[in-house]
DNA sequence: GTTTGGATACCTGTATACAAGCATGCTAGA
DNA sequence: TCTAGCATGCTTGTATACAGGTATCCAAAC
């Protein structure tokens, strides 16, 4: 029997379509770790097509910061330093601030109930680091949704998955959901009070809170 | 005589950074205006390099807002909506108020007086658009970059790139100039107490106030 | 033994050639 | 005269070929 459309995997348009979409997913997975090498040459011939399409694929993920391009000698996947992640959970903050006011005139009963739900299977999903990863960010994902800013949502969706492959090296060694769970907790019983200038605030400390841990935990294991 | 590397103008090192320089060049002056059509074939003629270069330019070009590409049918020029325009204002307020915030912690008297000197700057170029367009944004640029965030800087740059055109229209048609120099003058005063949280409430506030008159002044012009 | 220079091989960057898709305009039929 | 359908030309998208730069490895000299 033929598959629905719905939910056949909906199949890139264009080979630098694929091509994106196919290191991309393996660099989010942490199969292509930061300072990893990328062969153009290689990628062509692992998903079947010539370099070409890879190259401008290479080019878009370089704007994005999932990949750097150094002119002349290929392309590495971006490896940042401490200051830049700080930086980017600065700016992440900012922005999931900004979209969580906006959200908060948009929250009625039903999107608190959605809320709880997303929370629910976060704890459901403490076990396991990759589940932790998706639903957690599933929660932060709907909140930002309502602020009803595509664009907003664009940009905190590409810092989000930059900082992707340091967020799973930390719940991969230091098991943190416990006591994240009790802060996404405190998060939305501010959002729920309909506070729109204290859950900016709550939404900037949330997402602040947690780069001094992944910064620290990242020098530590450097240092061994 | 050898001129010196400081002040000669960087040469791209690569066909395709010549491209880009080319063509965001020819956007941001408004040769290139939104909605209008770009021939990869053209432009690699007018700068005297081939198609492939050129489309590897657009892919970061689109990437970063300017040029929207639509499968199959080539790139054009990105035309926001107004909705767009005033979500990109949204996201300036907030990133340029962190850059702020964090800039006062670093200002000492050397920084007030710079800040002066660009204040005066802009007000000797009121009556020029372009002149008014280039000081108003070194300006912000300084007070951005004295946070020390490289890649905050980088971000508010892209936004603010995109965002220019529609100042450059703006300006040219409306010339809002005069009471914009007393909008930076207030701004400046409150910087200069030193107060962070105000600092920051006082750049979101300055950067909003453009959104609704730009936006106002673009319905008017469409309408006609 | 270590360092410097050069040769070689590999990889990246650009151009050209080829294939595929879209748009425009013409023709035929109503 | 207007519309539908098809053919043709133009533009985009991908592959391959070629040129230019980089890194590595080995040998020779200090």
Redesign the pocket.
Known sequence: MKQSSSTRVKEPT????EAYAYVLKRIRAGELKPGA?????DI?TQI??????V??AFRRLDTEGYVT???????IVTDHTFEEIQELFEIRSVLEGLATRLAVEQIGPPEIEEMRELLRRMRKGQKNAEDWLSRHWAFHEYICSLSGRQRLVREIERLHAALEPFLRLWFFHANRPVVAIRDHQELMNVIETGDAAKAEAAMREHVLITAPRIIEFLQRRDDT
């Open positions: 264009s080979a630098e379509a090498r990328l062969r153009a040459e062509a079947g097509m010539s370099r070409m399409p190259r401008e391009i150094r002119p002349n000698r290929g392309a």
